[in-house]
């Protein structure tokens, strides 16, 4: 989608070992989300950011770390992956507050496949 | 925890007919709905919001909220074979920290049949 990049957009990766997913922006936008999508349990938030340095964990967060150094960029880390992790993971990004005005704007999605 | 309920489907309707699409929420908190159409590999686009009662229109789209009952509705009139896709409803929750996020339903898969 315009303005909003993931990479890699696909990776094959063994378990246990660490992976980083990045999302990047030139919107400037202040908020920023990783969410991940499994059949049959839709978009489930895993981390979000509201500004520099700024996170908060979602409802599926264990076994996930994010970073967010600048606006523009919003890491996502497995910091040891499994099998479990196996997903589709979207990063959304939104202009700011009230979310009724904006919504959110997604990427084009990573698929990570852990063997 | 927060959720967002729809019944996953496949809702199958004729071509030219209403599809009505469901979606329950259960905190009462919740200001603003959305919906959302995901198309088979690709990623979510938002096709409406709302966060008044009632109704709001945008060309062969109506989102419904009635905030007593905890639901949203989409109905999509003179369906055609292109709106074949999943519909996601979505519901903000407030969170800490002046942050807002969106929790998402597991989605409704609608079949437009010729």
């Known amino acids: 989608d315009a303005g909003i990049t993931q990479s890699p957009r696909h990776k094959v990766t063994e378990t246990g070992t660490p992976v980083t997913l990045r999302c990047h922006q030139t919107e400037n936008h202040r908020y920023m989300y990783w969410y991940r999508q499994d059949p049959g349990h839709g978009l489930r938030l895993i981390h979000y950011s509201y500004g520099v340095k700024d996170t908060d964990k979602g409802e599926v967060s264990d076994g996930y770390s994010v970073s967010r150094s600048k606006t523009e960029d919003f890491l996502l880390t497995l910091e040891s992956a499994t099998s479990s992790q196996t997903s589709v993971y979207f990063c959304?990004?939104?202009?700011?507050?009230?979310?009724?005005?904006?919504?959110?704007?997604f990427g084009s999605g990573t698929r990570l496949t852990v063997v | 925890q927060k959720e967002v309920e729809q019944n996953s489907g496949p809702l199958s309707v004729p071509e030219g007919a209403i599809a009505s699409l469901n979606c329950t929420y259960s905190?009462?908190?919740?200001?603003?709905f959305f919906w959302y159409r995901q198309y088979s590999g690709k990623s979510p686009e938002l096709i409406m919001s709302?966060?008044?009662?009632g109704d709001k229109e945008d060309g062969r789209f109506t989102a419904q909220l009635n905030k007593a009952s905890q639901y949203v509705s989409l109905l999509i009139r003179d369906s055609q074979p292109s709106d074949s896709a999943t519909y996601l409803c979505a519901v903000n929750i407030e969170g800490a920290s002046s942050a807002s996020k969106i929790i998402f339903g597991s989605g409704t898969r609608l079949s437009i049949r010729p």
């Open positions: 905190d009462r908190g919740s200001q603003s």
């Open positions: 709302i966060y008044s009662n």
């Open positions: 959304a990004i939104s202009p700011g507050l009230p979310l009724a005005n904006y919504g959110y704007t």
